[in-house]
């Protein structure tokens, strides 16, 4: 049997012994790896190219869905705000974190202009209009038209997904 946890450390050894960042995650359906990513951030250049991402990304496409609902995902460190955000919207069975920041962040920081791992869980809870990010309120009453139409078009149904049973 594989030890997911272990595939998950080597993972992020690797991409860091490549010059990538010190992340990884596996997913795991029935006893097997569904999916495995490093995180690609510095790669690609891409801020959205974390483990847990590109790791859900490849999952839903080879199983033709949006939900991992009998999927146990193993990340190496607590998840970033976006990745938690994705792993609540796939719904797994389970996910297994191998660190925690507190016992990382002598090592590795990622702190960004409006972002910092250790503050910005409160700073995400803030109502938006007090948050560093500036963000600005523009209203238009043509917008809640698109939502009407999607509501038309699935049959007077709010709810986007139905979760299967997991």
């Given at each position: 049997?594989?030890?997911?946890?272990?595939?998950?450390i080597?993972?992020?050894?690797?991409?860091?012994?490549e010059?990538?960042?010190?992340?990884a995650?596996?997913?795991?359906k029935?006893?097997e790896?569904?999916?495995e990513?490093?995180?690609r951030?510095?790669?690609?250049?891409?801020?959205t190219a974390h483990?847990?991402i590109?790791?859900?990304r490849?999952?839903?496409?080879k199983?033709?869905?949006e939900?991992l609902?009998?999927?146990?995902?193993?990340v190496?460190?607590?998840p970033?705000p976006?990745?938690?955000?994705?792993l609540?919207?796939?719904?797994?069975?389970?996910?297994?974190?191998?660190?925690?920041?507190?016992?990382?962040?002598?090592?590795y920081?990622?702190?960004?202009?409006?972002?910092?791992?250790?503050?910005?869980?409160d700073?995400?809870?803030?109502?938006?209009?007090?948050?560093?990010?500036p963000?600005?309120?523009?209203p238009?009453?043509a917008?809640v038209?698109?939502?009407r139409?999607?509501n038309?078009?699935?049959?007077?149904r709010r709810?986007?997904?139905?979760?299967?049973p997991g």
């Amino acid at each position: 049997m594989t030890d997911f946890a272990q595939r998950t450390i080597e993972l992020a050894r690797r991409n860091v012994a490549e010059g990538g960042r010190p992340f990884a995650t596996v997913i795991v359906k029935d006893g097997e790896i569904l999916a495995e990513s490093a995180n690609r951030v510095a790669q690609t250049n891409d801020p959205t190219a974390h483990a847990e991402i590109l790791a859900i990304r490849e999952a839903c496409t080879k199983l033709g869905t949006e939900h991992l609902v009998d999927c146990t995902i193993y990340v190496l460190a607590h998840p970033c705000p976006m990745c938690l955000g994705s792993l609540y919207y796939c719904s797994p069975a389970e996910v297994v974190f191998l660190i925690t920041r507190e016992s990382y962040e002598q090592y590795y920081l990622d702190d960004r202009k409006y972002f910092e791992v250790s503050t910005f869980y409160d700073e995400f809870a803030k109502p938006w209009d007090q948050r560093r990010l500036p963000m600005r309120y523009q209203p238009d009453d043509a917008v809640v038209d698109v939502y009407r139409l999607w509501n038309e078009r699935n049959g007077g149904r709010r709810r986007s997904t139905v979760v299967p049973p997991g």
